[in-house]
């Protein structure tokens, strides 16, 4: 534990922070694991496109696990040890792929990435001029996730209406 790094800390519980970390952490795993299966189940128009948007968002979420895991040691704490602590601890919890279709699985992912933004979004108003250090962290991951529901909805956007542009031309 950084014990000089930590001093600079400031009306927060570092405690605090180390489970609201534990919890993002979890979201993070889940969220990789999402996207990994998703990106291998996925079917439909467009596809391909989908696909490597999603392998991205999954080695994203995973870089992301690894930037909270680093910042949960620094603090002192010890991240998840047991992937049965990621359903216990998930703010997001996890969305199983029941529908394959390229839509449906864009709509999940969605939501997870709201979700992931309102997540960061409070840890960056918890940490805010107390612990720059982590507030430092989880606003780059807030970045990557507004980018994130950006890329999904603008894809979702063109799929979609692609499908109504066909449907036009079918009638
Ligand atoms: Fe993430
Ligand atoms: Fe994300
Ligand atoms: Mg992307």
């Known amino acids: 534990m950084a014990r000089r790094g930590n001093s600079i800390i400031k009306g927060l519980e570092i405690s605090d922070i180390i489970t609201e970390l534990n919890k993002a952490y979890a979201d993070e795993w889940l969220a990789y694991y999402q996207y990994f299966i998703e990106a291998k189940?996925?079917?439909?128009?467009?596809?391909?496109?989908?696909?490597?948007e999603l392998e991205q968002?999954?080695?994203?979420?995973?870089?992301?696990?690894?930037?909270?895991a680093d910042r949960i040691l620094?603090?002192?704490?010890?991240?998840?040890?047991?992937?049965?602590?990621?359903f216990t601890h998930t703010n997001c919890g996890y969305e199983e792929p029941k529908d394959f279709d390229v839509v449906s699985i864009l709509e999940d992912s969605i939501?997870?990435?709201?979700?992931?933004?309102?997540?960061?979004?409070?840890?960056a108003d918890m940490t805010r001029d107390k612990d720059i250090v982590t507030y430092d962290i989880v606003s780059q991951i807030l970045a990557d996730e507004?980018?994130?529901e950006e890329d999904l909805q603008a894809l979702f956007d063109d799929i979609t209406e692609f499908?109504?542009?066909?449907?036009?031309?079918?009638?």
């Not at 968002?57 to 909270?68: G, I, P």
């Not at 939501?111 to 840890?123: D, F, R």
């Not at 109504?164 to 079918?170: C, E, P, R, V």
């Open 41 to 52: 189940v996925i079917k439909g128009i467009m596809k391909d496109a989908a696909i490597a």
């Open 57 to 68: 968002h999954a080695a994203d979420e995973l870089r992301h696990a690894n930037m909270v």
């Open 74 to 86: 620094q603090l002192g704490g010890t991240p998840l040890l047991n992937p049965k602590d990621w």
């Open 111 to 123: 939501k997870g990435e709201q979700c992931a933004i309102s997540v960061y979004s409070g840890l």
């Open 146 to 148: 507004v980018e994130h």
């Open 163 to 171: 499908i109504t542009d066909i449907k036009k031309n079918i009638n």
